[in-house]
Nanobody, 121 residues
Framework: QVQLVESGGGLVQAGGSLRLSCAASGRTFSSYAMGWFRQAPGKEREFVAT????????YYADSVKDRFTLFRDNAKNTVYLQMNSLKPEDTAVYYCATGRYSIRPAQYDYWGQGTQVTVSS
């Protein structure tokens, strides 16, 4: 059974930083891309970032580019989302997912339960 467990969310002031982690189990971690998405209240789930299975190529949403960094440690079956210069509009539940290298949620077949990130102004 594939499981993804996110951690690292919390409350932070604008301009602050957080690092989210997503630990995976139940499948060969390095065989799949990993993605992060977020969903704010009343809004649709949106793409944040994705990283290829091997090689580390990444792609970011314009809204987080140059502020967020996504990287993975295949030896630890974990992907990390380093979030700097956080803004109130970054407030959302953040989800990690495993699947194909894509910005589309439908390309990911397993999802974590989500972790809340709240940025105060």
């Amino acid at each position: 059974q594939v499981q993804l467990v996110e951690s690292g969310g919390g409350l932070v002031q604008a301009g602050g930083s957080l690092r989210l982690s997503c630990a995976a189990s139940g499948r060969t971690f390095s065989s799949y891309a990993m993605g992060w998405f977020r969903q704010a209240p009343g809004k649709e789930r949106e793409f944040v970032a994705t990283i290829e299975r091997i090689g580390g190529s990444t792609y970011y949403a314009d809204s987080v580019k140059d502020r967020f960094t996504l990287f993975r440690d295949n030896a630890k079956n974990t992907v990390y989302l380093q979030m700097n210069s956080l803004k109130p509009e970054d407030t959302a539940v953040y989800y990690c997912a495993t699947g194909r290298y894509s910005i589309r949620p439908a390309q990911y077949d397993y999802w974590g339960q989500g972790t809340q990130v709240t940025v105060s102004s």
